[in-house]
Structure formats: structure tokens, C-alpha cells
């Protein structure tokens, strides 16, 4: 079985910069840690530095757990990342609704965005999977 390269290593260290935030644990699907990021500033600093060695086994880890597909793992976290509020990742992923329920709430009160950072990885990857059954 052929692994396919589901999050890019690029994106993992741009978003890295940014790291003591949790924004590339959130991108590579591990949001306890990457929560733990963010309220700590990176386990004030030491964890951010140590993942600059660790991305490219998440970015492998990543690409073993996650479902490849017709949505794009990159453009789902950089649309919820900048335009979340406005339920576009959700309607790039085909759930229109929701989607539209974000654009006219600010992202459902902001608490959508919060639970989508913890869980837009395994969403894509189970649309993905059914897309792929299709």
C-alpha cells in the first residue's frame, strides 16, 4: 500500500513560525498538545524548538492516518485558519449548511472555529473516505 502525502512538510514548518500558538500540532492532528501549545507559548518555547526536529515524523504520521482525497487537507486548514469565521473551509468541504450557518453567526459564535481546529483532520479524512467509496 502506497502512503500518500496528505499534509505538506512546508506548510508544517511556515506554520512552525507561529508554533508556540499550536498552529502546526492543530495542522498535523494533534490538538491536546497543540491546545497545550497554545496556552503555554510552545511549553515556553522549549516544545516549539524541540518540534522544529520532530515535523517531519508528524507530517509522516499524518500521512498514515488520514484519509487522502478530492479534499485537500492544506486548503481546508488555511481556509479555516483565515477566513473560519466565515464557514468557507466547511463549504470547500461540501457542507453548505453548516457553512452558511458560520458565515451569518461569525463561525458559530466563534466556539465552531474552536471545535473545527480540534477536529477539521479526521472530517476531511471521513469525507474523503466516503468520497473515495463513491
Do not use: C
Not at 507530517?59 to 492544506?74: N, S
Not at 483532520?121 to 467509496?133: F, G, K, L, P
Amino acid at each position: 500500500m502506497q502512503v500518500q502525502d496528505t499534509h505538506s512538510k512546508l506548510i508544517g514548518y511556515l506554520l512552525w513560525i507561529f508554533g508556540f500558538t499550536g498552529a502546526h500540532r492543530f495542522y498535523y492532528g494533534k490538538p491536546v498538545t497543540g491546545t497545550l501549545w497554545f496556552f503555554t507559548l510552545g511549553l515556553f518555547g522549549i516544545g516549539w524548538l524541540i518540534d522544529l526536529f520532530l515535523i517531519p515524523s508528524m507530517d509522516r504520521e499524518a500521512d498514515l492516518r488520514f484519509e487522502a482525497g478530492d479534499i485537500d487537507y492544506t486548503v481546508a486548514w488555511l481556509l479555516l485558519t483565515f477566513l473560519g469565521f466565515l464557514g468557507v473551509h466547511r463549504m470547500y468541504m461540501g457542507k453548505w449548511l453548516t457553512g452558511i450557518l458560520y458565515l451569518f453567526t461569525f463561525g458559530f459564535f466563534l466556539i465552531g472555529i474552536l471545535v473545527d481546529f480540534w477536529t477539521l483532520n479526521d472530517q476531511v479524512s471521513i469525507e474523503n473516505s466516503q468520497n473515495n467509496r463513491a
